[in-house]
Nanobody, 127 residues
Framework: QVQLVESGGGLVQPGASLRLSCVPSDNTFSDNVRSWFRQAPGKEREFVAAFRRQGGGTYYSDSAKGRFTILRDNAKNTHYLQMNSLSPEDTAVYYC????????????????????WGEGTQVTVSS
């Protein structure tokens, strides 16, 4: 069964940048939506950003908008989450998720709509 593999997390200072990567364990895997979620200690998993192949649009949570960007390398079937101006509030485990289903925009933020997940990568923002 295909899985997603995240990398790129780490410990950074406030204001720094990080780029997370997400690649499927099977490079033939094709998805219609690939997204990022995060979960901070003691909090529920929350939506961060999504790329929807249908229409080619990217979508962001309010907290990510203006600071985070989804980038794609189609040749490598790899998605990236470029995170700038990081703050301690961004500290969390970041998960990549995907589905072959076509999701409407209002459904992108619901983790229940995704059936392929990675194990997550830790991002810690601290001085």
């Amino acid at each position: 069964q295909v899985q997603l593999v995240e990398s790129g997390g780490g410990l950074v200072q406030p204001g720094a940048s990080l780029r997370l990567s997400c690649v499927p364990s099977d490079n033939t895997f094709s998805d219609n939506v690939r997204s990022w979620f995060r979960q901070a200690p003691g909090k529920e998993r929350e939506f961060v950003a999504a790329f929807r192949r249908q229409g080619g649009g990217t979508y962001y949570s309010d907290s990510a908008k203006g600071r985070f960007t989804i980038l794609r390398d189609n040749a490598k079937n790899t998605h990236y989450l470029q995170m700038n101006s990081l703050s301690p509030e961004d500290t969390a485990v970041y998960y990549c998720a995907a589905t072959s289903r076509r999701l409407i925009v209002s459904s992108l933020s619901d983790a229940e709509n995704y059936d392929v997940w990675g194990e997550g990568t830790q991002v810690t923002v601290s001085s």
